[in-house]
């Protein structure tokens, strides 16, 4: 008897462990079933666009202006005709969101292309149209002509999107269409540096070039992302990939169908991230909101009173956490309305009214140029403003050189314009040298600065023993 109970140990111990491997087999989503049901929804994009290169390369060559041949030379070259080189192709993914044509993708996937060619699931091609693209969102609609009805994805709601749960993209990495790949969102709201308004989805669902345009999608076989980045020092997959969100996606479609462009809110201020030093230095419990370092002429901000070193902790009634947060909230909001804004302004809180006013393409802002003057306990040299710049509307001192000390340890560089120290304006470099006198020692101070095209405030501490 003792034997048979021996014998029978491993056949429960592997009846054990295949029941174990059963179970956990369970708890993985049934991606073969979503795949079938919303890959023919998913589209493969090919674009082509028309180059002319001289047989010569790009640059003739240069033939010294003294020589005897240069005139014939030159007329030789300009007469020479270019010839047509191959033409530039590429390949995107997309997806389709209504029965009788439109499709999004992304905007840097048919930017500067001369004929789209969608690629649908029976293996049938359709020649497209951009109805329009934003480039700040790399979101685009395209549309192609159809009889047919078309297969759709279903749009889902990012906002209910958690990190840890499963994703499935599908598109066409490399060419090879409607291929899948699965993974989890590592981390949600993720500011790029490229990009300051969108809120990405990070994954580590595999995505290469070619999948980008196309659908990131939750186990219900929602759509809650579009594919456009990946992260990698290779050029290809490297575990971090990011989708714009399908909200924020899917207001832009909205505008882009409706009036072929999209129109951004827009506040008129520089602003920066709150660190430990400044919360400090600005009488804060603790790190929160976005630092105002310029108010920009003319600009909703300043016709509403916000001022350089506000920190603006709410919009439209909604908390800002953090300085990126803040451009997400202005640029969804359309232009045209007035909403509330809430500033700490010398410790206190203050409720401002600002009208939103639309984002500008460009705006560009002016270094000041000006002589030195003496050093200070901070260890800088500082110069007095030209009369050009002061009558333009600029103030504050220049720093041209800096040792070390509290400055440099504070990231003062020569070139900035230093516009405010410890909440006081700077006017001139004597006024300057009396607040620096002035100043305390041992705990962070406020230095609000101008350096290239923007405005940032720094912490500079001065140490008990100087």
């Known amino acids: 008897m003792q034997q048979l109970r021996t014998s029978l140990w491993p056949i429960a111990l592997l009846g054990f462990l295949l029941g174990s491997a059963l179970a ?9 079933t979503l795949v079938e049901r919303y890959s023919p929804a998913v589209v493969s994009i090919q674009t082509k666009a028309e180059t002319k290169q001289n047989p010569l390369g790009r640059s003739h060559p240069r033939i010294p202006e003294d ?17 047509p080189t191959p033409p530039r192709s590429s390949v995107g993914s997309g997806f389709i969101i209504s029965a ?15 004929s789209i060619v969608v690629g649908l699931s029976d293996r049938s091609e359709l020649p497209a149209q951009v109805v329009g693209r934003d480039r700040r969102s790399d979101i685009a609609l395209l549309k192609v002509k159809t009889d047919a009805s078309l297969p759709t994805v279903k749009i889902g709601d990012s906002h209910k999107a958690k990190v840890g749960q499963w994703v499935l993209a599908i598109g066409s990495p490399f060419g090879f269409e409607r291929t899948a790949t699965q993974g989890i969102i590592s981390a949600l709201g993720r500011s790029l540096p490229s990009d300051n308004y969108v809120p990405f989805i990070q994954t580590d669902a595999a995505v290469n070039p070619g999948n980008s345009g196309g659908p990131l999608f939750n186990l ?18 490297q575990g971090l990939s990011f ?3 399908i909200d924020v996606a899917m207001e832009v479609v909205d505008q882009l169908k409706t009036g072929g462009k999209v129109a951004r809110g827009w506040l008129g201020v520089m602003i920066q991230e709150v660190t430990p030093e400044l919360a400090q230095s600005f009488g804060l419990d603790k790190p929160r909101g976005a630092l105002v370092g310029q108010v920009l002429a003319d600009g909703p901000a300043q016709q509403a009173g916000v001022k350089a070193g506000d920190i603006i902790i709410a919009f439209n009634g909604q908390p800002v956490p953090t300085s990126k947060d803040l451009p997400l909230m202005v640029g969804r909001t359309r232009p045209g309305v007035s909403l509330p804004l809430t500033v700490i302004r010398d410790g206190k809180e203050q409720a401002l009214t600002v009208r939103i006013a639309e984002l500008p393409e460009d705006t560009k802002l002016q270094q000041a140029i000006a002589e030195p003057s003496s050093r200070n306990r901070l260890g800088l040299i500082v110069a007095d403003l030209p009369a050009g710049k002061r009558k333009a ?16 340890s504070a990231g003062i560089r020569p070139g900035d314009i230093i516009v405010r ?12 040298a009396d607040l620096v006198k002035a100043l305390p020692t041992g705990r962070p101070i406020p230095v609000l600065i101008k350096r290239d095209e923007g405005a940032l405030f720094l912490a500079l501490t001065i140490p008990d023993k100087e």
């Open 24 to 32: 956990r087999a369970a708890d993985y989503p049934d991606f073969v």
């Open 67 to 83: 020589s005897p041949f240069h005139d014939y030379f030159k007329k030789f070259f300009e007469q020479m005709p270019d010839l």
């Open 100 to 114: 009788d044509g439109y499709i999004v993708t992304n905007a840097h996937v048919v930017d500067e292309v001369d």
């Open 220 to 237: 219900d076989g929602e759509v809650i992302g579009v594919n456009s980045q990946i992260y990698s020092r290779s050029g290809g997959y």
């Open 243 to 245: 989708a714009v969100p």
């Open 393 to 408: 509307g600029t103030q504050g001192v220049l720093v041209k050189d800096v040792d070390e000390g509290p400055a440099a």
């Open 421 to 432: 120290l410890n909440h006081a304006e700077v006017t001139e470099p004597e006024q300057f």
